[in-house]
Nanobody, 117 residues
Framework: QVQLVESGGGLVQVGGSLRLSCAAS????????MGWYRQAPGKQRELVAG???????NYADSVKGRFTISRDNAKNTVYLQMKSLKPEDTAVYLC???????????WGKGTLVTVSS
């Protein structure tokens, strides 16, 4: 019904930048809030940033001032601009979206971000 595909992950040095993208496709009329989560080895999955249809945003304290979430509703796409990356940011980043049509949350498979020194 709804598929989310992330892209933009990769290897970056400490202090570097990376931009992630997540595009939704499939059979739906409306997508509500979208967000980015991350999961590092041995760690819980955590919310990194979220954004509403009206562009209201929220961030984890650990990324405030460094990451920026945005969306393009016409393209059903959400972005995560990451700057001043730290080794602690290393994780699989997953996209999430609320599909209003079905009242469900959809998840992408994730994209790996590795920050090295």
């Amino acid at each position: 019904q709804v598929q989310l595909v992330e892209s933009g992950g990769g290897l970056v040095q400490v202090g570097g930048s990376l931009r992630l993208s997540c595009a939704a496709s499939g059979r739906f009329f409306s997508i509500g809030a979208m967000g980015w989560y991350r999961q590092a080895p041995g760690k819980q999955r955590e919310l990194v940033a979220g954004i509403t249809v009206g562009d209201i945003t929220n961030y984890a304290d650990s990324v405030k001032g460094r990451f920026t979430i945005s969306r393009d509703n016409a393209k059903n796409t959400v972005y995560l601009q990451m700057k001043s990356l730290k080794p602690e940011d290393t994780a699989v980043y997953l996209c999430n979206a609320y599909v209003t049509d079905y009242g469900i949350y959809s998840w992408g498979k994730g994209t790996l971000v590795t920050v090295s020194s």
